[in-house]
T-cell receptor
Framework: TQLLEQSPQFLSIQEGENLTVYCNSS?????LQWYRQEPGEGPVLLVT?????EVKKLKRLTFQFGDARKDSSLHITAAQPGDTGLYLC???????????FGTGTRLLVSP | GAVVSQHPSWVICKSGTSVKIECRSL??????MFWYRQFPKQSLMLMAT?????????EQGVEKDKFLINHASLTLSTLTVTSAHPEDSSFYIC????????????FGDGTRLSIL
């Protein structure tokens, strides 16, 4: 069974702080996605990283895919209250066409 | 962008009732749809993979007689929770993969099921 462990599970910070969320697995994935989910809604795709070592930036969010394609990180610079939500990484195993979701990181950014 | 619609968004019903949830791809054809379950403050757990015109593939531990999936057309998959009980209360989310099978999956907004 493929598992994706995220850390931390919960993070409560003040507006303006930086943070990093980690997504780790012992399995190799063909690509990895990051989603943000708000209560009562479906997850919204933020980014897909495909190549080992790849770094993608989305405004204040920086995503990195590990060289071995087993792990990833999400770094948020100068967090804002609008960043509050559940962040989920998801590994893509193309052969099985399934997403394996991580355990999730709940972020709360206070004004 | 691609849109996936789920209906209903929220349902409350009595124990023993069967509940049907619809997942529609509004502007594309989806050969594959996925059904997930999410408990409060937890991540999404894949329940089953639904392929148009064939039987669904269920994940280990998911009762196929309890959670009936039908994918009769390229734009509609349904999940029926049969004889629902309070422990079936959860947030159910579907996603759809377009016919060209290019990622990403497109997610619906979920259905909150509450069994009294």
């Amino acid at each position: 069974t493929q598992l994706l462990e995220q850390s931390p599970q919960f993070l409560s910070i003040q507006e303006g702080e930086n943070l990093t969320v980690y997504c780790n697995s012992s399995s190799v994935f063909s690509s990895l996605q990051w989603y943000r989910q708000e209560p009562g809604e479906g997850p919204v795709l933020l980014v897909t990283v495909v190549t080992g070592g790849e770094v993608k930036k989305l405004k204040r969010l920086t995503f990195q895919f590990g060289d071995a394609r087993k792990d990833s990180s999400l770094h948020i610079t100068a967090a804002q209250p609008g960043d509050t939500g559940l962040y989920l990484c998801a590994g893509v195993n193309t052969g099985f066409q399934k997403l394996v979701f991580g355990t999730g990181t709940r972020l709360l950014v206070s004004p | 962008g691609a849109v996936v619609s789920q209906h209903p968004s929220w349902v409350i019903c009595k124990s023993g009732t069967s509940v049907k949830i619809e997942c529609r791809s509004l502007d594309f054809q989806a050969t594959t749809m996925f059904w997930y379950r999410q408990f409060p403050k937890q991540s999404l757990m894949l329940m089953a993979t639904s392929n148009e015109g064939s039987k669904a593939t269920y994940e280990q531990g998911v009762e196929k007689d309890k959670f009936l999936i039908n994918h009769a057309s390229l734009t509609l998959s349904t999940l029926t929770v049969t004889s629902a009980h309070p422990e079936d209360s959860s947030f159910y989310i579907c996603s759809a993969l377009a016919m060209d099978r290019l990622w990403p999956q497109h997610f619906g907004d979920g259905t909150r099921l509450s069994i009294l």
